[in-house]
């Protein structure tokens, strides 16, 4: 994802869709919501943290 906007699009739709989904895991390196397509594959749509510089 390019910013937590569209994280939180992706997130709205895939709850439009009916697909049960991991709420926003918040970790150090970045955020990731989990689900699985139809066929039970595992995906995810993360965010990377961004870098201190």
């Given amino acids: 994802m390019a910013d937590a906007d569209e994280l939180d699009r992706w997130i709205e739709h895939l709850d439009a869709l009916g697909?049960?989904?991991s709420p926003p895991l918040d970790?150090?390196?970045?955020?990731?919501?989990?689900?699985k397509d139809p066929d039970g594959i595992a995906l995810e749509l993360f965010l990377p943290a961004r870098r201190q510089r």
């Fill in 19 to 21: 697909i049960d989904r």
């Fill in 27 to 35: 970790e150090p390196y970045g955020t990731g919501v989990a689900f």
